[in-house]
């Protein structure tokens, strides 16, 4: 299945700026495997890496337009096209994706496709940490 984002003209204004466009961005979940690019970055988990799926939002504007985006005190990515809501995913082993060695680990990402209730069933319903 596939997951577009959904672009706020304002975000697409700016994400422009870093090759992010609704052409060069795409969620996916097939094969039993999450994968999700965001213009020049991307990330590729197995299903069964995922612990928690929960519906977030609504977001600041400064702190997520843009390119991807890497929290500083959790070290959690987001890649967000708009400030009203996303889906954020919690992985049993962090996943690479800001940099391009994969030096650092992501414990969490942030999405924000246009059917966020969508894209939480195919992966795996909303759930939380036990």
Same mark, same amino acid.
């Given at each position: 299945?596939?997951?577009?984002?959904?672009?706020?003209?304002?975000?697409?204004?700016?994400?422009?700026?870093?090759?992010?466009?609704? *052409?060069?961005?795409?969620?996916?979940?097939?094969? %039993?495997?999450?994968?999700?690019? +965001? %213009? /020049?970055?991307?990330?590729? $988990? /197995?299903?069964?890496?995922?612990t928690t799926v929960s519906l977030t939002g609504p977001y600041a504007?400064?702190? $997520?337009? =843009?390119?991807?985006?890497?929290? +500083? @005190?959790?070290? %959690?990515? $987001?890649?967000?096209?708009? &400030? *009203?809501? =996303?889906?954020?995913?919690?992985?049993?082993?962090?996943?690479? =994706?800001?940099d391009p060695f994969g030096r650092i680990r992501h414990p969490n990402? @942030?999405?924000? /496709?246009?059917?966020?209730? %969508?894209?939480? &069933?195919?992966?795996? =319903?909303?759930?939380?940490?036990?």
């Amino acid at each position: 299945m596939s997951y577009p984002f959904r672009f706020e003209r304002r975000y697409e204004v700016v994400a422009r700026a870093f090759g992010v466009t609704p *052409q060069r961005t795409a969620i996916l979940v097939a094969g %039993g495997r999450l994968r999700a690019r +965001f %213009g /020049p970055w991307s990330i590729d $988990t /197995p299903l069964t890496n995922l612990t928690t799926v929960s519906l977030t939002g609504p977001y600041a504007f400064l702190k $997520t337009a =843009g390119p991807a985006h890497l929290g +500083f @005190t959790d070290h %959690g990515l $987001t890649f967000a096209t708009n &400030s *009203q809501a =996303g889906v954020c995913v919690e992985f049993v082993e962090p996943i690479s =994706g800001i940099d391009p060695f994969g030096r650092i680990r992501h414990p969490n990402l @942030t999405l924000t /496709p246009a059917d966020c209730a %969508g894209l939480a &069933s195919a992966l795996g =319903g909303l759930r939380s940490a036990a």
